[in-house]
Every structure is written in C-alpha cells, then in structure tokens.
C-alpha cells in the first residue's frame, strides 16, 4: 500500500552553546496508519497501557482494529480484476482442462469458487446478494457480482497481505492464456500441494477435486494458488521431481443440462 508522505518535525540531537538544543529540524515523511498512535511507552509486549494522559486499552485496541481494516481492504483492485472475471467465465468456467505430460494426465476443473481464491482475496457480502435456494457460497457470490456489475456492494480483502495479492494478480492473466504458456509440470515440494504446472515465469498449484472425472486416465484436480516464480525453484519442485513436458491439452465444455 503506497503512503502519501505526510510532514512531520523532529529536533536534531545537537546541543546549542547556551546547553539547549540548537534548533535545527528536519522533516521526515510519517505513516499516516500510524499518525496520533500511541507512543511506545503506552505498550507492552504489544499491548496498550494506560499512559499518563490516561489512555486506555480499548483506544488501543479500536485504534489497531482500524489499522488492520485498513490494511486488508482491497477494494482498490476490483475494477481491475473484472475483465479478468470475464475471461474466466468464457473460456475457462465449467470446464475440464485435461493436461497431457510425458504419460500422466492432469484434469483440471474450473469452478466459479475458485476465482476468489486466485485473485488472492477473500470478502464478505450483504445478506440481500445471497442467491435463495442451495447452499450458500461466498467466493461465488463474489464471482457473480463482478460479472453483473454490484461490486459496490462487496467488502473485499486481501486474502493474506498486498504483496501475495499483486504477486497473484500478476500471474492470473498469464494462467488465463492456458494451455498456451504451460511448459511442464513438476511434483509439488510442499504437502498443501499435488502438483505444480507452469512455466519458468509463473507456476500454478493444483490438489486433487471430488468433480466427477471426464476422463477416465486422468484424475480431476483444481488450481488452489498462483506464484510468480520458475515452476524449477526448491519451493515448487519436489527433490528428485523431473519436470514433465506439456505434450497435449483438450478442453471438454461445460454440460448442458
């Protein structure tokens, strides 16, 4: 999150011939989140105390409620993600992408719950956008808004932090241009993980899907994150993973019920 640099005084250390101080100042840009926070005398082990002003714990914790809120909210990045949205919901939605790599299979699905989760976000939503009937489904409900244009009435948020967010955000369109940019897949080096797809540029992480296989050879999975880093790196590629070469890819349409 970028800061407007706001102005601040602080006096110089320098002592001036009579014993005070000299009286030169130098600004200094201040993080407006922390702008009338209490000072760290009014903290300990990171909690606020009583100060001799007589501030009290619960300004402190209303005051690092607030930062937080302000620091997860990623409202800003909507507007950018909505032709994103589109693409998805053409080209990519319901459908089984079925990955061929040197003799194993990869049926990947793709589901309107997934789009959240890619973009790096996680929100809440007013009662009245809940769809009536079945099961309610936040990141769907999401999904919808963006298409139908009622993203103002969404609260989204950084899922972990602006940095996983943009990290995300920047691979997204590179996944959306699948099966073209996909060189090969690698065993994943982490548990949360089955497999990792992509490129030396960009990686997807996929874990196995309860969907119905399409293809009998192939088991069906999901993209559950994004990286922008070489899908070779120690913290993508299992010791020992070779990297499978995309040999093939066929895309089965959604069902018409």
């Known amino acids: 999150m ?3 640099p706001l102005s601040s005084s602080a006096t110089l250390g320098a002592s001036s011939p009579g014993g005070g ?19 760290r005398g009014q903290y300990k082990h990171g909690f606020p105390m009583r100060g001799r002003k007589g501030s009290s714990r619960l300004s402190g914790f209303l005051f690092f409620e607030r930062v937080v809120a302000v620091r997860k909210d990623a409202s800003d990045v909507v507007d950018s993600i909505i032709p994103l949205a ?4 053409q080209n990519f939605l319901d459908r089984h992408m079925i990955l061929d790599f040197g ?3 990869l049926d990947v699905c793709w589901r309107k ?3 959240m989760h890619l973009c790096g976000l996680d929100c809440t939503v007013p009662q009245r956008m809940y769809r009536s009937g079945g099961r309610v489904v936040k990141s769907e409900v999401f999904f919808d808004a963006l298409l139908d244009g009622r993203t103002k009435e969404l ?3 950084h899922g972990h932090n602006v940095g996983i967010t943009r990290d995300k955000l920047s691979v997204l369109p590179r996944l959306l241009e ?3 940019g996909i060189e090969g897949m690698v065993e994943s080096a982490s548990r949360d993980y089955d497999f990792f797809f992509g490129s030396e540029l960009w990686c997807a992480g996929i874990t196995a899907s309860d969907e119905q296989p399409v293809d009998p050879d192939a088991g069906v999975y999901a ?9 070779m790196s120690r913290s993508v590629r299992a010791a020992g993973s070779v990297l499978r070469r995309l040999d093939g890819c066929r895309i089965i349409p959604p069902r018409l019920d």
Do not use: N
């Not at 101080?21 to 000072?39: C, K, N, T, W």
């Not at 993209?223 to 899908?231: F, G, K, V, W, Y």
């Open 178 to 180: 699948s099966p073209d």
């Open 103 to 105: 003799g194993v299979s």
């Open 2 to 4: 970028a800061f407007m």
């Open 223 to 231: 993209a559950r994150t994004l990286r922008s880093i070489s899908i």
């Open 21 to 39: 101080q000299s009286g030169l100042r130098a600004e200094f840009p201040v993080d407006p989140l922390r702008a009338g926070s209490p000072s």
């Open 155 to 157: 609260k989204p948020v």
């Open 86 to 89: 589109r693409i998805y919901q």
């Open 113 to 115: 719950r997934h789009f």
